[in-house]
Protein backbone atom coordinates (compact mmCIF):
# COMPACT_ATOMS: atom_id res chain seq x y z
CA UNK A 1 0.00 0.00 0.00
CA UNK A 2 1.70 3.31 -0.72
CA UNK A 3 1.72 5.50 1.78
CA UNK A 4 2.82 8.92 2.52
CA UNK A 5 3.62 10.21 6.30
CA UNK A 6 4.40 13.73 7.50
CA UNK A 7 6.24 15.12 10.21
CA UNK A 8 7.88 17.45 12.13
CA UNK A 9 5.39 19.67 12.78
CA UNK A 10 4.78 21.83 15.80
CA UNK A 11 4.66 25.01 18.01
CA UNK A 12 6.61 27.98 17.41
CA UNK A 13 7.05 31.33 17.90
CA UNK A 14 6.90 33.61 14.84
CA UNK A 15 10.01 33.94 13.43
CA UNK A 16 11.38 30.38 14.28
CA UNK A 17 11.76 27.77 11.70
CA UNK A 18 10.52 24.19 11.34
CA UNK A 19 11.56 21.37 9.03
CA UNK A 20 8.68 19.47 7.58
CA UNK A 21 9.60 15.74 6.47
CA UNK A 22 7.62 13.57 4.24
CA UNK A 23 8.22 10.07 4.29
CA UNK A 24 7.00 7.41 1.67
CA UNK A 25 6.46 3.58 2.37
CA UNK A 26 5.54 1.22 -0.09
CA UNK A 27 7.12 3.14 -3.40
CA UNK A 28 10.26 5.37 -3.83
CA UNK A 29 9.95 8.58 -4.17
CA UNK A 30 12.55 9.08 -6.77
CA UNK A 31 9.84 9.32 -9.91
CA UNK A 32 7.51 11.21 -8.05
CA UNK A 33 6.81 14.90 -8.13
CA UNK A 34 6.22 16.63 -4.67
CA UNK A 35 3.69 18.90 -3.44
CA UNK A 36 3.29 21.00 0.11
CA UNK A 37 -0.11 21.90 0.48
CA UNK A 38 -1.71 23.56 3.87
CA UNK A 39 -5.35 24.11 5.04
CA UNK A 40 -6.22 26.84 8.03
CA UNK A 41 -9.38 26.27 9.74
CA UNK A 42 -12.35 27.37 7.96
CA UNK A 43 -9.93 27.42 4.63
CA UNK A 44 -9.53 25.76 1.25
CA UNK A 45 -6.36 23.93 1.37
CA UNK A 46 -3.64 25.69 -0.60
CA UNK A 47 -0.26 25.10 -2.66
CA UNK A 48 2.72 26.13 -0.91
CA UNK A 49 5.73 24.79 -2.92
CA UNK A 50 6.55 21.91 -4.78
CA UNK A 51 9.62 19.97 -6.52
CA UNK A 52 10.01 17.91 -9.67
CA UNK A 53 11.43 14.24 -9.51
CA UNK A 54 14.85 14.77 -9.50
CA UNK A 55 14.69 18.34 -7.89
CA UNK A 56 15.55 19.94 -10.77
CA UNK A 57 12.17 22.71 -11.02
CA UNK A 58 10.60 24.22 -7.99
CA UNK A 59 7.51 26.34 -7.81
CA UNK A 60 6.57 28.11 -4.89
CA UNK A 61 3.41 30.58 -3.79
CA UNK A 62 4.33 34.27 -3.24
CA UNK A 63 2.95 34.14 0.59
CA UNK A 64 6.36 31.36 1.35
CA UNK A 65 8.86 32.74 -1.50
CA UNK A 66 12.20 33.66 0.11
CA UNK A 67 10.89 31.84 3.43
CA UNK A 68 9.94 28.20 2.64
CA UNK A 69 12.33 25.58 0.70
CA UNK A 70 11.34 22.25 -0.86
CA UNK A 71 14.20 19.66 -0.64
CA UNK A 72 14.37 16.12 -1.26
CA UNK A 73 17.24 12.75 -0.36
CA UNK A 74 16.20 9.91 -2.88
CA UNK A 75 18.20 8.07 -0.74
CA UNK A 76 16.21 8.55 2.18
CA UNK A 77 12.99 8.37 -0.09
CA UNK A 78 11.84 11.33 1.57
CA UNK A 79 11.35 15.22 0.92
CA UNK A 80 11.34 17.99 3.18
CA UNK A 81 10.26 21.68 4.18
CA UNK A 82 12.29 24.07 5.49
CA UNK A 83 9.75 26.63 6.65
CA UNK A 84 12.17 30.04 8.07
CA UNK A 85 10.55 33.73 9.19
CA UNK A 86 7.59 31.65 10.65
CA UNK A 87 4.34 34.05 10.96
CA UNK A 88 0.99 33.50 12.55
CA UNK A 89 -0.56 33.59 9.15
CA UNK A 90 1.44 30.08 8.51
CA UNK A 91 -0.99 27.99 10.88
CA UNK A 92 -2.41 25.24 9.60
CA UNK A 93 -2.11 21.76 8.52
CA UNK A 94 0.35 21.17 6.46
CA UNK A 95 0.28 18.05 3.82
CA UNK A 96 2.58 16.45 1.15
CA UNK A 97 1.35 15.12 -1.89
CA UNK A 98 2.50 13.00 -4.84
CA UNK A 99 1.95 12.27 -8.74
CA UNK A 100 4.33 9.48 -10.55
CA UNK A 101 4.77 12.47 -13.20
CA UNK A 102 8.78 13.28 -14.62
CA UNK A 103 10.32 17.19 -14.59
CA UNK A 104 7.51 19.14 -13.62
CA UNK A 105 5.32 19.87 -10.67
CA UNK A 106 2.77 21.84 -9.90
CA UNK A 107 1.03 23.50 -6.43
CA UNK A 108 -2.69 22.30 -7.27
CA UNK A 109 -4.29 19.46 -5.78
CA UNK A 110 -5.86 18.19 -8.56
CA UNK A 111 -2.40 17.22 -9.87
CA UNK A 112 -1.48 14.77 -7.14
CA UNK A 113 -2.66 11.06 -6.82
CA UNK A 114 -1.08 9.94 -3.20
CA UNK A 115 -1.58 12.25 -0.16
CA UNK A 116 -0.45 12.44 3.35
CA UNK A 117 -2.64 12.47 6.79
CA UNK A 118 -1.27 15.93 7.61
CA UNK A 119 0.98 17.53 10.16
CA UNK A 120 -0.21 20.40 12.73
CA UNK A 121 1.84 23.60 12.76
CA UNK A 122 1.34 26.69 14.88
CA UNK A 123 3.18 29.52 15.30
CA UNK A 124 2.20 31.58 17.98
CA UNK A 125 4.12 33.87 20.66
Known amino acids: QLQLVESGGGLVQPGGSLRLSCAAS????????IGWFRQAPGKEREGVTC????????FSTNSVKGRFTSSRDNADNAVYLQMNSLKPEDTAVYYC??????????????????WGQGTQVTVSS
Open 97 to 114: AAVRRPYVCSIATSFYEY
Open 26 to 33: GFTLDNYA
Open 51 to 58: ISDSGGST
